[in-house]
Structures are given as C-alpha cells and as structure tokens.
C-alpha cells in the first residue's frame, strides 16, 4: 500500500534518512522502534509529506506522493506532542477537522466517547493537562476511519486506563484490516499491538521482519530482550567492520 | 479554508496579547482627545503611534503566534489539504484579528470623536501596514525554523523601514542637494511602506507646506487622484510581494 523507495534525507550536512526502502501492506502493522536521532520521525514526516526527502520517491497505492496532498485523506495521524490554539475549545477543533477532511461517511467517535471527551467539548485547549491533549490527538487520528493510521508514541503521557482503551483500539482497528504504523520506546505496549518490527539506526532500516522472525534470530521470547539482542548483535557486527 | 480561518481567529482575539493591544489603542487615542480639543492635531499625534506601534505590533506578534502554532500548522497538513491552503487561512486570520484589534482601538474613538477626512486616511494606513508587516513576519518565519532568529529577522525589518530607511533617505538628499531630486525621493519612498503612510498622511493633514518646494511636488502628485492610487496601489504591493515570497517557500518547505 505505501512503498517508500530508496529515500535518503539530509538536513544540511546530517544524514537523517540514508537509502530506506520499505513496503507497507494493509493488515499489518508496524513497530518502528531505534534510538532518539535515529530518523524515525523524519521517515513518518516524509511518508505524511511534511518532509520532503532530498532523493527517492514514495508511493501510495502506486502513485508518487511528492506534491500530492489527496492520499492523505486515508491517513490518520496522531502527532507525538499535540499543541493546539490555546483558546480553541476541543468542539471546535474537532469541527474543523471535519470540515477540512469533509468525511463522506460517519466519523469514528468511539475515541471521543471512550476517553469522556464528549463531556468536556467546551473546554479550551489551555486548561487541558498533557494526557488529555493527547487524548484529542488520539481521537483525531482514529475520527475518519482512515484505512491507514501513523501513531507517533501514542501511549507517551497517557494513564494506564487510557493506554488500555487506545491499545483495545488499535487491536480493533487492526483486526478490521488497516495498515498500522506505531513510534515507540515503550516495547512492552508494541508487542501486543504489532506483527512486525522496523528497526532504525542512523538513518538506516537496520531489520525490518515478523516479531517470530526477530524473536527466532535472536532466540529470545519477549520483544524487548529480542530488540537488545538484535541490538548487541548489530553492535559488533559493525565493530568487526570497522 | 473559511472555518479554518473562523477559528483561529476567534482564537486569536480571545489571547491576552490582542486584548491588550486594542485596549492599549483605545486608552491613548481617548487621552489624545482629552489632552486636545483640535481632532486634526489629534490625528497627528496619533500618526506617530500607528507609524511605530502598529508594525511593531504586527510583526513581532504575528511571527511568535507562527511559532507558537507550528505543532499546530504540523497537524493540519497532515490532513487532506494543500499548504497553500493552511498558509493563506493561517494569514487571513492573524491579519483580520490585528486589523480588527486596530478598528476597534484606534476606529472607535476617531470616529467618536469626528477626526475629519484625516481620520479616514490614517485608519487606511494603519490597516495597510498591519498587512504589510503581518507579510514580512509570514515572510521572516518561513525562513528559519528557529523561533529567535525569526524574531530578529522580524525587528530586523522593522528597525530598516522604521529607522534605518530614512536615515539613509535623509543622507542622499542631503548628499545630493545641488540636484532636482524631487522623482528620485519619491521613487525611493515607494520603497518604504512607513514612509509612504506617513507622507499620505501629512498631505491630507494639509501640513505639507512644512516641506517646501518639494512638499509642494508631494502635493502636486499625491493630491491628484492618480497620486492616492499610486500610494494604495504600492501598499497593496508591498502586501502580496512578501506573502507571496513566503507562500512559495512554505510550499517546499520541511516542517
């Protein structure tokens, strides 16, 4: 469904994305994981079209997204920090999107219900505290049933019953067959939620299969172990070339 | 575009910052008026306020809301919609909130108060330059991704048109006295919006005899029909050149 063929993106003299190649398809979905810096944000900034990459193209459903804004209208994404106009109230923000997406179905307000947005649409934006704000990025994200949804750390900020309404979420929306894509450093939230893992470092994909595959090659049964060891592995591979 | 444009701009208005000016507006043209019975002294006086505060204003203010947006403006091109869409709905509203923060601060008493014809032009022109100066900070926060180096820029701007302008006016006036230089300056002046405002201004004010022969000149060509054309005509361009410059970088731009 997303193809992103051979990007590389440079912010002056830093690499930030060096040659990444990646097939997305729907009904999968994907752990991006790797250390800060590592160009995790800058891949989803290019994939959104908020990044123009310096070479390399990417593909949605077969057509280039270099200067095209329609195939965003399948994306939902949920930003890692969400700031909003201080005096909007969250009904009005929730307003505009609609009217900027002009959704030709029902929109997807369980979010809203589940996270009892629905009572405080009045409220503004300056008297929300973090984990709320994030809580209207979510429902954003998940409003216009978009087949493709990008969660940039999601759960960063959240209280455990909200990360369990989000997580069911996302389990439901996978299971209806979209394509998911989710940034995060918290590995224990990733392994209920994805089928595979895209590993990054340095602007590079440093592995990019199945959780069983990664957890095989490592010989390791939990995500996080696994992720160590692949990171451990990786470490002297590249201290043998060097 | 028009509900983007709806909200953040009653966004805007409700900020702290719009309060204050318009309420910082209102207090001072009122206490011009009770200081002087003379509208048409009162409207002088106010002059020097709208040539100073008002771009000031304008530009630092516009290029913080920029930034303190930028998550925001993130958000929405995330979405189904074209830059050109955001950046110019981003702009309607900061400037439709500075212009009406400026109505009402300045617009209200004048008009209370009967400035005259005087009155009619000076709100013309400080609208116009809140316009031009919300463009140059538009301009100013394209062109770097670091908030502070946006603000220097933006009072870069003001301090060129504001100050540095006609100090370098003055001196090839005075450098090149022996010469008729009457089309020159006012070719120069069309390259300062402040100046041109205020030379508008100070011909309606009908005080031009202050700048002799070439006040005269001024008269001459500003009086005529053509004249009030030109000077709109070239406020109008010093508002889309710098939107413009800043629309074509924003399009390509990394967020």
């Known amino acids: ?242 | 575009m028009t509900r983007i444009v709806r909200y953040i701009f009653i966004d805007i208005l409700r900020t702290r910052f719009t309060m204050l000016y318009t309420l910082f507006l209102l207090v001072s043209t009122f206490a011009l008026f009770h200081l002087d019975s003379d509208p048409g002294k009162v409207v002088l006086s106010l002059l020097n306020v709208v040539l100073m505060v008002v771009p000031l204003v304008s530009i630092v203010f516009t290029t913080i809301h920029f930034f303190n947006s930028y998550e925001f403006i993130e958000l929405m091109l995330a979405q189904p919609v074209a830059r050109r869409v955001v950046f110019l709905g981003e702009y309607m509203a900061v400037a439709f909130s500075l212009c009406s923060a400026f109505l009402v601060g300045a617009g209200v008493p004048l008009l209370m108060f009967g400035g005259g014809p005087g009155a009619w032009t000076l709100l013309f022109s400080g609208l116009m330059l809140t316009l031009v100066f919300v463009s140059l900070a538009f301009l100013s926060s394209v062109l770097t991704r670091d908030k502070a180096k946006a603000i220097g820029i933006a009072l870069l701007f003001w301090f060129y048109f504001s100050l540095i302008y006609d100090g370098l006016l003055l001196w090839i006036i005075y450098s090149f006295a022996d010469y008729p230089l009457e089309k020159v300056t006012l070719a120069l002046i069309a390259f300062n919006p402040v100046d041109l405002a205020r030379i508008v201004m100070l011909l309606q004010l009908d005080i031009s005899a202050l700048m002799g022969y070439t006040g005269a000149f001024y008269k001459n060509f500003f009086g005529s029909n053509s004249g009030i054309l030109f000077s709109a005509g070239i406020l109008v361009i010093w508002v889309l050149t710098p939107l413009w410059i800043a629309l074509r970088v924003f399009t390509r731009k990394d967020l």
């Not at chain 1, 830093?14 to 994907?30: E, H, T, W």
């Not at chain 1, 809580?135 to 900020?157: R, Y």
């Open chain 1, 1 to 242: 469904m997303i193809s992103v063929e051979n990007i590389s993106k440079n912010f002056g003299r830093l690499k930030a994305l060096n040659g990444v190649n990646l097939q997305l398809s729907p009904g999968r979905s994907y752990a991006l994981i790797g250390p800060n810096g590592s160009g995790k944000t800058t891949l989803i900034k290019c994939i959104l079209g908020l990044v123009v990459p310096t070479s390399g193209d990417i593909l949605f459903d077969g057509k280039s997204t270099l200067g095209d804004w329609r195939y965003r209208e399948r994306i939902g994404y949920m930003p890692q920090i969400g700031r909003y106009p201080e005096n909007m109230r969250i009904g009005q923000l929730i307003d505009m999107m609609k009217n900027i997406r002009k959704p030709t179905q029902d929109t997807d307000e369980e979010l809203i219900e589940a996270f009892g947005l629905d009572r405080m649409m009045d409220k503004r934006m300056h008297a929300l505290s973090g984990g709320t704000r994030q809580k209207v990025s979510a429902a954003l994200a998940f409003l216009f049933d978009a087949p493709v949804l990008i969660l940039d750390e999601p759960t960063a900020g959240l209280d455990p019953v909200s990360v369990e309404i989000l997580k069911e979420k996302v389990l439901r929306e996978k299971r209806l067959g979209r394509l998911i894509v989710i940034s995060s450093h918290i590995l224990s939230d990733l392994e209920d939620l994805t089928s595979d893992v895209i590993y990054m470092y340095e602007g590079k994909i440093q592995f990019d299969d199945t959780i069983e595959a990664l957890k095989r090659d490592t010989n390791e049964s939990k995500l996080s172990k696994a992720i160590a060891t692949l990171v451990r592995q990786r470490e002297l591979i590249h201290s043998v070339i060097d």
